[in-house]
């Protein structure tokens, strides 16, 4: 669970995000907001890539800078550009990764699962966008016990690839709640959560849909 | 160079770095080599001070490479006089007036292509359309330049991706693999990279029309030109400091 006490961010010659936000995050989140409003940036904040200005992130009650990597064994963090997610020259290389972090089947079966079977030693650089996100969310089925930080999961996704997401995304949220998504694909998204929360100017405004 | 307004002409600062890196490769005397070396430190403040903490940190980490440079030296130089010696070994100075050079020449390169970190492309065609140079070899050089920044950049991502997966690099074997694939990947997306903005150039038919006006051409002002005067007294004096007898 993360908690946000006075947040403050800006970057280089900027103007200021978040000024003094403060909130609690218990449960599935859908973050919501216009472009450019900073929901990219509080996920990366919340991910501990970027760091505050002023204020202080915990998760678990622990402070993100003391909590350093053993963060990232807790949570898992998707960027909204699919290949900034994606390590190697293949596929097979990607899971092989995860395969240092989770126990995972062999890498076809992984590959087979999302529907990238056929492109095992392709090289990511030539996918397609779609392909390359369901590849940066290839592991997702071993990783429902972490804590989901998602940007943006849904696009580049065809209309099959989303309802399987989406499904999975349900029972990830079924046995562990606790994920913040942002996606503008909010009708789609809604009846999953537990709240939606707005943000406009800095802050943010709690819509609760339980 | 967007920011601010230059001090010179993108000719002009081309023409420090070549002059400075030549004469640091020309010359083996120390004192010559740190002459250089001040003239680039000023040079950098001078030309690009914005970049100076950035450089100097970059020149830090030369210090581990000149240090086991001095290390090798001291260790299979064996010739010409002895400056130290304990037990069966000792330091020759021809290893350790060698491995200074060395280390000399390294600072100065590297702190020399600072003084032209912030040339982009149009500046590059500036320069080398005032030599009547073609502009493909201008973007050759500033896509290069860019280059290194853009390897280093990559690097640091893709070590950032595979610690946020929660992985731990422990152990020799894994460390190898994740340097083994990180490596493989860096080189496939620059080189995809590559190809890709050889696509965008002749999608915007980079030199497909002929001859054609340049944006913001300038020529040399008197400034420059007080400067390759200055260049020229600079190395008259480094020469004269080069062949001045010494004990």
């Known amino acids: 669970m993360y908690r946000i006490d006075g947040l403050a961010f800006s970057y280089k010659q900027s103007r200021e995000l978040f000024a003094g936000l403060s909130i609690r995050q218990q449960g599935a989140i859908l973050l919501c907001g216009e ?4 929901k990219s940036t509080l996920l990366k904040l919340l991910a501990g890539l970027l760091h505050p200005l002023a204020g202080r992130i915990s998760y678990d009650s622990q402070d993100l800078e003391q909590l350093g990597s053993k963060l990232y064994r807790q949570i898992f963090y998707l960027e909204q550009d699919a290949e900034q997610n994606l390590v190697g020259i293949t596929p097979k290389d990607d899971i092989g990764i995860w395969k240092l972090a989770l126990r995972l089947p062999d890498t076809l079966d992984v590959l087979s699962e999302i529907g990238l079977g056929y492109c095992s030693e392709q090289q990511i650089s030539l996918m397609s966008q779609g392909e390359k996100k369901l590849l940066a969310l290839g592991a997702t089925p071993w990783l429902m016990d972490r804590l989901w930080l998602l940007d943006e999961p849904l696009s580049g996704l065809d209309k099959d690839k989303k309802a399987w997401f989406i499904e999975l995304l349900r029972a990830k949220i079924a046995r562990n709640p606790d994920c913040i998504v942002c996606s503008h694909e909010r009708e789609l998204l809604i009846p999953l959560f537990d709240e939606i929360w707005h943000l406009e100017n800095g802050r943010i405004a709690i819509q609760s849909l339980k | 160079m967007n920011e601010s307004k230059p001090l010179l002409h993108p000719f002009s600062l081309i023409f420090i770095v070549i002059w400075l890196t ?18 680039c430190i000023l040079q950098l ?6 970049a100076v903490s950035r450089i100097l940190r970059r020149v830090l980490y030369l210090i581990p490479l000149i240090l086991s440079i001095f290390f090798f030296q001291i260790l299979f130089r064996k010739q010409g006089p002895v400056l130290f010696e304990l037990g069966g070994f000792g330091i020759h100075l021809p290893a350790v007036t060698l491995s200074a050079a060395v280390g000399l020449r390294l600072m100065i390169i590297v702190l020399a292509a600072g003084i032209i970190f912030k040339l982009d492309f149009p500046d590059f065609r500036n320069a080398f359309g005032l030599i009547r140079l073609p502009e493909e070899l201008a973007f050759m050089v500033s896509f290069v330049l860019g280059f290194l920044p853009m390897v ?13 997966r929660g992985v731990e690099s422990r152990g020799f074997k894994v460390r190898i693999r994740i340097f083994k694939l990180i490596v493989g990947t860096v080189l496939a997306n620059s080189l995809a990279k590559t190809s890709e903005q050889a696509i965008n150039l002749e999608l915007r038919g980079f030199r497909s029309q002929g001859k054609h006006s340049i944006y913001q051409a300038s020529g040399l002002r008197m400034l420059d030109w007080s400067w390759y005067l200055a260049i020229a007294g600079l190395s008259v004096i480094l020469y004269w400091i080069s062949i001045f007898p010494r004990k």
């Open chain 2, 22 to 39: 030549s004469l640091a490769l020309l010359y083996e005397d120390l004192l010559v080599l740190s002459s250089l070396l001040i003239i």
């Open chain 2, 45 to 50: 403040f001078l030309h690009n001070p914005g």
């Open chain 1, 35 to 38: 472009n450019g409003c900073g």
């Open chain 2, 152 to 164: 280093s950049e990559s690097f640091a991502h893709l070590q950032s991706v595979i610690q946020r």
